[in-house]
Structure formats: C-alpha cells, structure tokens
C-alpha cells in the first residue's frame, strides 16, 4: 500500500482456517499475503461458521458470523462500522453464507459505510432465478469486483450486465515454491522410482475420481509402478450428509479394476507446507471434474504454479489457464482419453517438461506476493471510487428504518409435546395430554412447520428425527385401499376411524407437497411423493372450499418440483375453478367472501386463490383472492388497530353480528401466511404491514393486551377468551405460531437483505 494511502484497516468476511473448505483456505492465505506484503495495515477477519460450535480461530478474528442467523450479520455491520475499517474484502461463494442462494450476506453490505471488494469464486452462467437475484444485489452493493479468469470477466458482464470499470483480474494466488524435479520430493512419501498422478482436495462426487481410477488399468500397462495419490479428506457437508459412502465407493472400485496397489487415499486435510511437498512429489496433476461450470479451481492454480504437467477436463478455468503447452485437455467422463493423456506425458520426458516449465513460467504472476499487490490497487481504487460516489455516514438507524423484532425461536414445547408416535393433539396447560391422543391433522402441521425450519438453516439432529416421525405418522394414517387419510389415533395407537375429514386430507397433501418440493430428503422424499400421487385422486371429490385451499397450496409445492404432471395440473384447475365459482355465487359489493359465514382459518381461501393465480398467471384469479383478502383483514382489524380474528363462538354469519371471541390461533397464523403470499404475488408492502400485525397478536397486540406466545416454554396458549387466556397448551395452537414466526422470519430475511423493510 502506498505510504500516503488513507487506507489503515482491511477488514476480510468469508470462511476462514481451520474450518476446512476452499474458501477458508483461500481467505486464510489473501489475509497472510496481504499482511506480509504492508505490515503497516491491521488486517482483520469476520468468518462464517456454519456450526453453533464455531471453531478454534487465531487472533486475527474479531467477530464471528453464524451461517444462518440473519441478526449476527446485521451485528457483524455495525462491528465494522464502529470499527473504523475502511475496505472490506468479502469472499463470495453462495454456499457459504445463509439464505435463499447466500443472500444474508446482502443484508451486511447494504449496512456497511465503507467500499468493499468482492471477489467471486463461482460465477453461474445459468444462474437460479435466487442466485441470479443475489449475484445482481451483489454486484451493486459491491465497490469493486474481483474475477479470476477472462471468462468470469466476461460472464459478469454479458450475463449479469456488470459495469465493465468495476471489474478487476486478479488470478488464483498460489505459494511462492522452487521449481524442482519431482524425484526430490518423492523419498519422504516412499514413492522413489516411481511415477506419481496426484489428485487433491476436499472429496466428493464432482470430482470425477471415479474416471481417472478406470484409466489407471492401460496406464499400469505400459507404466507398472504408476502410484495415483488422492490427497484430500471427504467433504464436510458430504461427510455429514452421507458419510464416508463416496470414498469407500472409490476404494471399491479400484479393487475391483484391480489397481488397489497402485492407488493410495490420503483421508486427511494437510497445511500447506505438507501439500506443497505432495504436489513437488507428482509428476502428473489431474483434475477429471465432470462438467465445466468451474470458474476457478484453487487446487488447479496451486499445482500449475507450482510447475505440474496437468491433465484436466475442460472446465472453464482449466481451458483458460492450460493453453500454449501449459497442460492437456481431455473430455469430460472418459476414461480411455484421460490414459492416452498421462501415457503420452509419461512417455515424453520432453514435452512433461516443457509444460511444466511454461506453466511455472506463468505461475509467477500468481504466487501471494503479487496477488496481494493486485488487491492492494482494488482497494485503493475502490476507496477512490467509494469517494466519489458517496455513502451514507452514520450507521445509526431510526426505530421506523429497523425490521421489527421477532422472538427466538424455542422449539422445547414442539419437542415435549411429540414422542416416537407423533405430536399429541392437545395439552393440560404445558403437558401433553395422553388422553386425547394424535391426529393427522397436526401432525402434517409440524411436518410442514420442519421442513420450514430446515430450509431456513435451523436444522438440527432432533429436528430432522421429529420431521421423520411425522412423516412416519402420515404414511401410517394412509389407507391405500380407500386412497383416504385417517385422523384420529388413541393413545395406545388405535384408529378411531376409518376415514378422516376432507381437511384433514388436505393439510396431510399440504405436508407432502412440501416435502417433495424440498430438495435434500433423499428416500424421505421418494415416500412423500408416493403418497402423495396415490392420495391426490380423491381432491377432485372434495367439497370443503378449505380442503380445497390446503391441496391447493401442496399441489403448488408438488408442481414445483414435477411441473410436468398432468393430473396435479388438471387437479388444480379443477379445484381453482371451483372455489372461484364459489366466490362467484356468494360474493356481493359488501360480501367480498367465499360461503355465507366466515368461520375458521378463513385466510387459507384467499391464500390458495392467490398463490394459484400467480402461479397460473391468471389475474383475475389473483384479484379475487386479493380482494378477499383485503375485505378480510377489514373485518378482522379492531378499532385500535390489532389484530382480532373471527371468534370460534359462533362464527360471522352473513347479515348477523360477528362473534369477537374466542380468537384462535390458527387464524392469525392462516392471516400471516395469506398477506406474506400476497406480498410476494405484489410486492407491495401493505401486506408485509398486515403479516407483522397478526403476528403481533401472538404477542399481546390483541383486545385483552395480553401475549399468548409463552416464551419460558416456547408454547402458545389455545385461545383468547373475552376475559382471559386459555392456560393449555396445545399442538395447534403451538404450531400456529411456530409456523408463522418461520414464514415471518423467512420473509424478513428476503426484505432485509434486498431492501429496506418497510414501516408499518
């Protein structure tokens, strides 16, 4: 950094050594680079930790960010802020930071004051609809751009319109290493005499091992003492995920080839100094990925550098880098062509090192030292662009700015009140009440409330076991003879009945839609999507407008993932047709309804409506639901301003007074998630104002004032009577506000970090 820079504090956000993966490895070695290069600057960290646990860190990190907890990275901005760093230098990958596609991370930029410098290890040419929003925010948020290749240059500007004078080069760093003869190295690894393939980094499908093992066979042919070392421990989300299963799939494999004395798996993580011996060691790098949408490869840039003949498949970064006799391209997925090319490097001593010379030629451009000149001048001329630009200065936001608080999510009910069974039904004030047994109908609930939970990061072994038992619970309840779900189980696991209501069906294809649309649940998934075709059939006989909406809203979850099946489709339109003419028949200037009486979870109706039409592109479909909607929440909005849902004890008939209590649950929760649908089919925030004020009558904004959440045992109380509380705690009513501070959570998360949120 020049002397009269103004620059006095760096501050690096990404994963960081020794959680193990690629981006921690590289921030880890941007940070040392830089700190070396101008010992004058106080390099800082702010990792993510994608366990509760966090990691043993040295003291250059000062704040630590958790994976999915949105609050923590708001946290993180005002730590920078008040902090006097002056350019944050963010590592970008989407699987790191928490949120739809990683947009978490939106919510941190948007509050920071000074530049910042995003460098950009993936860059999507066929981004999601999530990654493409995020990757756009990203790049308007972000002073700089740092790319690797010449083709993520040219991605960010033809496929996500990046300003081209935003975008600086700057190649993989790779350490500073002699270049050597192999024959050196390779005594401390016993491999003397032989010729050594290395392959390294963390373990997992992509990879493409599987390719070079069956090449390996007609190498040994001609190359007996051949050794392929893969370097590398398996993956830790893999690892988590599905065990060691893709290793041993690997080690199966080469014995079946009959090449087990020829390959030898590293299953550890090793620091650079180790590494950089093994990769001296090889004579032979390969990397045999499976597609090309790889717009940088760290382990690709270490071996290069370090002066390895490469053989690679062609993903976007191995074609860039491995041209001019600098490595060998085959195709993707082919064995025989992977053989021809190792079998040639080893048969000519000339052009292996011709490539390994013009290759650790190119590589002094790349080793730290200069890499981190290179950001030294991002950031200089990201602090003049920031400059003339302007920012906002204070970081000191007013309470009508901020996004309401929402209570922390406590799960010790939802556990107390599920056994190995399923959730029991109801609750002698915090005890499960044994007597009253189970019902499909709340458990498909809690199955739905898991899977929200899990998708917005707050998964956990417990979690994931209670998902599996309700789901358990819904594959009993089916009947397959009848194609019909039961409802009511005793205590002691008998039926009570042979079919259950029309609802009960529809809350259970509700739960399994979900579960299909939900991608990561493996055989979990497979069931769900079995059980739901074979009870979807009998929808198309319901006559419960509210069956209608909970099929409705799982047939949309189900479509999303099997978009092309004709009988949801056509199931669908059925039902959509039906509760349209439903509103058709009942409807008046002053009726805006479905039935003649408004009676319980009364929002699901427009919910479905408007879900549908948006996903039909039907507008008049979508302006009948929200017109419902709206009428809707008029008639359940008090004098003052709350919240106040049609009481149970009696309903609204039309032409007669409307009962005020008992208030329920379940409909603020059906309210909260109507306006949410609505504000995404809309974008207008009067319904964000409208979900945060049936919310809060979870919380006491209601006509008695007082809160029916229990924040000691994460319940909630079964009702509001017209002088006081309902003291039990209960499985619907528990999960009525579990799942609408989710959907509410997960709403706040997209509004905080691509917008401001709106002030009610």
Not at 208 to 212: R, V
Not at 423 to 435: D, G, M
């Given at each position: 950094?020049?002397?009269?820079?103004d620059?006095?504090k760096?501050?690096?956000l990404?994963?960081?050594?020794?959680?193990?993966?690629?981006?921690?490895t590289?921030?880890?070695?941007?940070?040392?680079?830089?700190?070396?290069?101008f010992p004058?600057?106080q390099c800082l960290v702010?990792?993510v930790?994608?366990?509760?646990?966090?990691?043993?860190?040295?003291?250059?990190v000062?704040?630590?960010?958790a994976?999915?907890?949105l609050?923590?990275?708001?946290?993180?901005?005002d730590?920078?802020n008040?902090?006097?760093?002056?350019?944050?230098?963010v590592?970008?990958?989407?699987g790191i930071?928490?949120?739809?596609?990683?947009?978490?991370?939106?919510?941190?930029?948007?509050e920071?004051?000074?530049p910042?410098?995003?460098?950009?290890?993936t860059?999507?040419?066929?981004?999601?609809?999530?990654?493409?929003?995020?990757?756009?925010?990203?790049?308007?948020?972000?002073?700089?751009?740092?790319?690797m290749?010449?083709?993520?240059?040219?991605?960010?500007?033809?496929?996500?319109?990046?300003?081209?004078n935003k975008?600086?080069?700057?190649?993989?760093?790779?350490?500073?290493?002699p270049?050597?003869?192999?024959?050196?190295?390779?005594?401390?690894?016993?491999?003397?005499g032989k010729?050594?393939?290395?392959t390294?980094?963390?373990?997992s499908?992509?990879k493409?091992?599987?390719?070079?093992l069956?090449?390996?066979?007609?190498?040994i042919?001609?190359?007996?003492?051949?050794?392929?070392?893969?370097?590398?421990?398996?993956?830790?989300?893999?690892?988590?995920n599905?065990?060691?299963a893709?290793?041993?799939s690997?080690?199966?494999?080469?014995k079946?080839?009959?090449?087990?004395?020829?390959?030898?798996?590293?299953?550890?993580?090793v620091?650079?100094?180790?590494l950089?011996?093994?990769?001296?060691?090889?004579?032979?790098?390969?990397?045999?990925?499976?597609?090309?949408?790889?717009?940088?490869?760290g382990?690709l840039?270490?071996?290069?550098?370090?002066?390895?003949?490469?053989?690679?498949?062609?993903?976007?970064?191995?074609?860039?880098?491995?041209?001019?006799?600098?490595?060998?391209?085959?195709?993707?997925?082919?064995?025989?062509a992977?053989?021809?090319?190792?079998?040639?490097?080893?048969r000519?001593?000339?052009?292996?090192?011709?490539?390994?010379?013009n290759?650790y030629?190119?590589?002094?451009?790349?080793?730290?030292?200069?890499?981190?000149q290179?950001y030294?001048k991002?950031?200089?001329?990201?602090?003049?662009?920031?400059s003339?630009?302007?920012?906002?200065?204070?970081?000191?936001?007013?309470?009508d700015?901020q996004?309401g608080?929402?209570?922390?999510?406590?799960?010790?009910?939802?556990?107390?009140m599920?056994?190995?069974?399923?959730?029991?039904?109801?609750?002698?004030?915090?005890?499960?009440?044994?007597?009253?047994?189970?019902?499909t109908?709340?458990n498909?609930?809690?199955?739905?409330?898991?899977l929200?939970?899990?998708?917005?990061?707050h998964g956990s072994p417990q979690l994931?076991?209670?998902?599996?038992?309700y789901?358990?619970?819904l594959?009993?309840?089916?009947?397959?003879?009848?194609?019909?779900?039961?409802?009511?189980?005793?205590?002691?696991?008998?039926?009570?009945?042979?079919?259950?209501?029309?609802?009960?069906?529809?809350?259970a294809l509700?739960a399994?839609?979900?579960c299909?649309s939900?991608?990561?649940q493996?055989?979990?998934?497979?069931?769900?999507?079995?059980?739901?075709?074979q009870?979807?059939?009998?929808a198309?006989?319901?006559?419960?407008?509210r069956?209608?909406?909970?099929?409705?809203?799982?047939?949309d979850?189900y479509?999303?993932?099997?978009?092309?099946?004709?009988?949801a489709?056509?199931i669908?339109?059925?039902l959509?047709?039906?509760?349209?003419?439903r509103?058709a028949?009942a409807?008046?200037?002053?009726?805006?309804?479905?039935e003649?009486?408004?009676s319980?979870?009364?929002?699901?109706?427009?919910?479905?409506m408007?879900?549908?039409?948006?996903c039909m592109?039907?507008?008049?479909?979508?302006?009948?639901?929200l017109?419902?909607?709206?009428?809707?929440?008029?008639i359940q909005?008090?004098?003052?301003?709350s919240f106040r849902?049609?009481?149970?004890n009696g309903?609204y008939?039309?032409g007669?007074?409307?009962?005020?209590?008992?208030?329920q649950?379940?409909?603020?929760?059906?309210?909260?998630?109507?306006c949410?649908e609505?504000?995404?089919?809309?974008?207008?925030?009067f319904?964000?104002a409208?979900?945060r004020?049936?919310?809060?009558?979870?919380?006491?904004?209601?006509?008695?004032?007082?809160?029916l959440?229990?924040?000691?045992?994460?319940?909630?109380?079964?009702?509001?009577?017209?002088?006081?509380l309902s003291?039990?705690q209960?499985?619907?009513?528990?999960?009525?506000?579990?799942?609408?501070?989710a959907?509410m959570?997960?709403?706040?998360?997209?509004?905080?970090?691509f917008?401001?949120?709106?002030?009610?």
């Open positions: 950094m020049k002397p009269t820079s620059i006095r760096i501050a690096f990404g994963d960081y050594l020794p959680r193990k993966c690629g981006i921690a590289f921030t880890t070695d941007l940070r040392c680079a830089v700190a070396k290069e004058a600057l702010v990792p930790n994608d366990h509760a646990e966090g990691y043993d860190y040295p003291a250059e000062r704040f630590e960010i994976e999915q907890d609050p923590s990275y708001l946290r993180a901005a730590f920078l008040i902090t006097d760093v002056n350019v944050v230098c590592e970008h990958e989407f930071f928490g949120g739809p596609a990683g947009s978490h991370v939106l919510a941190l930029l948007r920071l004051n000074m910042i410098v995003t460098t950009l290890h860059i999507l040419r066929e981004p999601s609809a999530d990654q493409r929003r995020v990757m756009r925010e990203l790049i308007r948020r972000s002073t700089r751009l740092v790319v290749s010449e083709r993520g240059r040219e991605f960010l500007r033809d496929v996500y319109q990046a300003p081209e975008i600086d080069l700057i190649p993989h760093g790779i350490p500073d290493m270049f050597a003869d192999p024959n050196y190295f390779k005594d401390e690894f016993g491999v003397a010729q050594v393939l290395l390294f980094g963390l373990l499908p992509n493409g091992i599987e390719y070079a069956r090449a390996l066979p007609d190498i042919r001609e190359f007996p003492s051949v050794v392929y070392i893969v370097l590398g421990q398996t993956h830790p989300n893999l690892l988590r599905e065990g060691e893709y290793r041993l690997l080690e199966r494999l080469a079946d080839l009959g090449v087990q004395k020829n390959v030898v798996f590293f299953n550890r993580f620091e650079l100094e180790e950089m011996r093994f990769i001296g060691a090889a004579d032979i790098y390969l990397t045999p990925y499976l597609t090309e949408s790889q717009i940088t490869s382990t840039a270490y071996a290069f550098g370090a002066g390895n003949a490469v053989v690679s498949t062609p993903y976007w970064h191995a074609a860039e880098l491995l041209t001019e006799e600098r490595g060998k391209l085959v195709p993707f997925r082919d064995a025989p992977i053989a021809v090319a190792v079998v040639e490097l080893l000519d001593e000339t052009l292996r090192h011709t490539m390994r010379k290759a030629k190119l590589g002094r451009d790349m080793v730290w030292s200069r890499v981190a290179l030294a991002s950031f200089e001329q990201a602090r003049l662009d920031h003339f630009v302007g920012r906002k200065s204070s970081p000191i936001k007013t309470l700015e996004p608080l929402l209570p922390e999510l406590k799960l010790d009910h939802l556990f107390r599920s056994d190995s069974t399923g959730i029991f039904q109801h609750a002698s004030f915090t005890v499960p009440n044994f007597s009253e047994g189970y019902c109908d709340d498909a609930r809690a199955l739905v409330l898991a929200m939970l899990q998708k917005l990061g994931g076991a209670k998902a599996a038992t789901a358990a619970f594959n009993h309840a089916f009947d397959r003879k009848l194609g019909r779900f039961r409802n009511f189980m005793s205590f002691d696991r008998r039926w009570l009945e042979e079919v259950g209501s029309e609802d009960c069906q529809g809350h509700w399994l839609g979900l299909v939900q991608a990561g493996g055989s979990f998934q497979m069931l769900a999507a079995q059980l739901f075709e009870a979807l059939p009998v198309a006989e319901f006559s419960s407008p069956a209608w909406a909970f099929t409705l809203i799982g047939i979850e479509l999303r993932r099997f978009g092309g099946d004709r009988r489709n056509q669908r339109e059925s959509t047709a039906k509760l349209m003419q509103h028949d409807a008046t200037e002053d009726w805006h309804w479905f003649e009486v408004v319980y979870a009364n929002a699901k109706l427009p919910h479905a408007i879900l549908s039409g948006r592109n039907n507008s008049t479909m979508l302006e009948t639901g017109k419902a909607l709206r009428w809707l929440i008029k909005t008090s004098d003052s301003g849902p049609i009481g149970s309903f008939p039309r007669y007074e409307r009962a005020v209590f008992d208030q649950p379940i409909e603020a929760q059906a309210t909260v998630s109507a949410i609505a504000y995404h089919a809309t974008g207008n925030v319904w964000v409208e979900a004020r049936a919310f809060e009558w979870f919380l006491g904004r209601n006509d008695l004032g007082l809160a959440y229990d924040p000691t045992t994460g319940g909630c109380r079964d009702g509001l009577h017209m002088d006081r003291q039990n209960g499985a619907e009513s528990t999960l009525a506000f579990l799942l609408s501070l959907e959570q997960a709403l706040q998360n997209t509004l905080t970090s917008k401001e949120t709106p002030a009610e």
